[in-house]
């Protein structure tokens, strides 16, 4: 969880295993789009500052966040990726909606990285308000995005060099 002291986008290089022979899958909920879109940024600087080739970082859309998991098992099922992100946006409304989408969002993406070889970050902001998910898309708690990927960057090293 993220504090008022925590800034997401803080990482140690040092710590992160070079990337430049991964290649990464992104897909982005096109719903609350100028969240995702920072996201997003976040994400894809980060794996390039890490030494992955623009050529191989994929981007692909999705309309919301319920349709990540969809997006992410296209994306898995290409079998071109070492790790895929799935960036996303929900923000509390007035209804039980929030509760759903959340949800099933978070147990899709929970079942894709039990079906499937491909690690699968989850990425999705589940906030109480847009100022919540301002802060966290490269505001003042930084960017998840980035968080996202050096987490998908670990994740792909670590399927490249386990025995399973």
Same mark, same amino acid.
């Given at each position: 969880?993220?504090?008022?002291?925590?800034?997401?986008?803080?990482?140690?290089?040092?710590?992160?295993?070079?990337?430049?022979?991964?290649?990464?899958? %992104?897909?982005?909920?096109?719903?609350?789009?100028? +969240?995702?879109?920072?996201?997003?940024?976040?994400?894809?600087?980060?794996? +390039?500052?890490?030494?992955?080739?623009?050529?191989?970082?994929?981007?692909?859309?999705?309309?919301?966040?319920?349709?990540?998991?969809?997006?992410?098992?296209?994306? +898995?099922?290409?079998?071109?990726?070492?790790?895929?992100?799935?960036?996303?946006?929900? %923000?509390?409304?007035?209804?039980?909606?929030?509760?759903?989408?959340?949800?099933?969002?978070?147990?899709?993406?929970?079942?894709?990285?039990?079906?499937?070889?491909?690690?699968? %970050?989850?990425?999705?902001?589940?906030?109480?308000?847009?100022?919540?998910? %301002?802060?966290?898309?490269?505001?003042?708690?930084?960017?998840?995005?980035?968080?996202?990927?050096?987490?998908? +960057?670990?994740?792909?090293?670590?399927?490249?060099?386990?025995?399973?």
């Amino acid at each position: 969880m993220a504090t008022a002291n925590k800034n997401l986008s803080d990482y140690d290089k040092t710590t992160i295993p070079n990337a430049k022979d991964f290649r990464f899958g %992104i897909v982005v909920s096109e719903w609350n789009d100028t +969240i995702t879109e920072g996201l997003f940024e976040g994400a894809h600087q980060t794996l +390039i500052e890490n030494g992955v080739s623009s050529d191989d970082i994929v981007r692909w859309n999705v309309p919301g966040s319920f349709e990540l998991v969809y997006g992410c098992k296209k994306m +898995i099922r290409a079998n071109k990726f070492d790790a895929i992100i799935a960036i996303g946006s929900v %923000i509390q409304g007035e209804t039980k909606h929030f509760d759903f989408v959340c949800s099933a969002t978070a147990q899709g993406i929970k079942d894709l990285n039990v079906e499937y070889d491909t690690p699968v %970050i989850f990425c999705v902001l589940t906030d109480n308000n847009l100022q919540q998910a %301002i802060d966290r898309s490269g505001g003042k708690h930084g960017n998840k995005g980035t968080e996202a990927a050096i987490a998908a +960057i670990k994740m792909a090293y670590l399927r490249a060099n386990s025995q399973n």
